[in-house]
């Protein structure tokens, strides 16, 4: 196997530097079976990489054994893409930034505040079953919308910045240090700092339920967790993401295991955990309904019901598991949707009425009724101090 090893070595560093035949410069996205030319030229031959024509060998890291002696074989890390936004052009880099995030991350709606000269890069490489992504970026306001087609967990650890998560009512704020478990067949927002770092650890569903049977939530934060083991899991993200650990390629398997069982410790026994998959899937697609029709006036409790072919006290019931109620979460999705609607200054002439009924409320008077109640503002001051 050595051998092999060191001749396929021999041949990859001995192949020149070139570029991929019919890629234009600006060009390159990564698919899960290769690659495609679609943003800034980005491409890999034989597990080397090309970077708009100039050569970039990945780093190496990985040992084997001859009888007693441990020596150093170099080959390839499993880097599946590395983007900067610098390599587009002035002017164009939100929108590809935004197209490269969909198409390796996650399905999601971003804002920024720069959008001549938005500054970020991604990093994404394999982890076993798993994916390790390296996110650094300007200001992102982010919605991302469940479209059936995401299912995975995504397990986030604030670097360097911060952000704050919304997901139907909820409110999770995370400085450098703190980490949250999101089910990406959810819908969720958030906003980060003005610069923000991410460690993005991306597990296959299916995979990760071998180890957690159940997180119970969509969305879990890192202070609700066990000290000792989250603190732990904290360590080793960053060790893994950031590469201040080396190790071989070939455990990539046993260390996305070993963060999976951090994960499963720092979770412990919760309450609201293992409800049952049938149930947990039915709220999922209640919560769906919900996001899709919640701007509807008349959008009742049976409307949802009829949608998921359930009885309406079966959907109270399911709510209730939750400690919540069909009323509650459909309050929250309007109240969070109209704060977006009014810190938005491109809709700084859209009056407080025509927001009211854009987001489902009868009139205006309803919706700074319960603005107040909850934010303790009114929406015209909320909007006087956002924009």
């Known amino acids: 196997m050595a051998m092999i090893l060191t001749a396929d070595v021999k041949r990859m560093r001995s192949s020149p530097a070139r570029r991929i035949s019919g890629a234009p410069a600006y060009g ?23 970077t708009r024509g100039r050569f970039r060998p990945m780093a190496p890291s990985c040992y084997s054994f001859s009888g007693r002696n441990r020596e150093k074989r170099e080959y390839p890390v499993q880097e599946l893409l590395h983007v900067n936004t610098a390599d587009a052009p002035i002017g164009q880099r939100c929108s590809f930034w935004t197209g490269q995030v969909a198409a390796h991350l996650s399905n999601m ?42 299912n995975r967990f995504h397990l986030n650890l604030v670097h360097e910045g911060g952000m704050v998560l919304h997901r139907f009512g909820e409110r999770i704020e995370l400085s450098a240090g703190d980490w949250c478990l999101i089910d990406e067949r959810e819908s969720y927002d958030f906003t980060t700092s003005e610069r923000c770092s991410c460690i993005v650890m991306q597990m296959p569903v299916p995979w990760a339920k071998r180890i957690i049977p159940d997180p119970g939530k969509p969305l879990i934060a890192s202070s609700t967790c066990e000290n000792h083991w989250k603190t732990a899991l904290s360590h080793g993200l ?31 026994p919760r309450s609201d955990m293992v409800i049952g998959r049938h149930k947990t899937a039915l709220l999922r697609s209640l919560r769906q309904v919900m996001s899709e029709r919640f701007t509807e006036n008349s959008l009742t409790a049976r409307d949802v019901a009829a949608a998921n072919r359930i009885s309406l006290r079966y959907l109270h019931q399911l709510f209730a598991t939750q400690n919540t109620s069909f009323g509650q979460q459909l309050l929250a999705l309007r109240l969070h949707r109209a704060e977006q609607m009014l810190a938005d200054r491109r809709l700084a002439k ?5 927001i009211a009924h854009a ?29």
């Open 28 to 50: 390159g996205s990564l698919g899960r079976d290769g690659w495609q030319q679609t943003g800034p030229a980005v491409h890999k031959i034989r597990g080397e990489t090309c």
């Open 359 to 387: 987001v489902g409320f009868a009139d205006s008077a309803t919706l700074t009724r319960h603005f107040r109640l909850h934010l303790g503002l009114t929406p015209r001051d909320y909007r006087k101090s956002r924009v």
């Open 109 to 150: 709606r971003i804002d920024v505040r720069r959008k001549l000269d938005f500054n970020a890069s991604i990093s994404i490489r394999s982890l076993g079953p798993a994916r390790i992504a390296l996110v650094d970026a300007d200001f992102q306001a982010i919605s991302h919308r469940a479209d059936g087609n995401e």
């Open 238 to 268: 960053l060790a893994v993401g950031t590469r201040e650990i080396r190790y071989n390629a070939v455990e990539d398997g046993m260390v996305a295991e070993q963060l999976a069982n951090l994960l499963s410790l720092a979770l412990g």
């Open 350 to 354: 859209v009056s407080i009425s025509e």
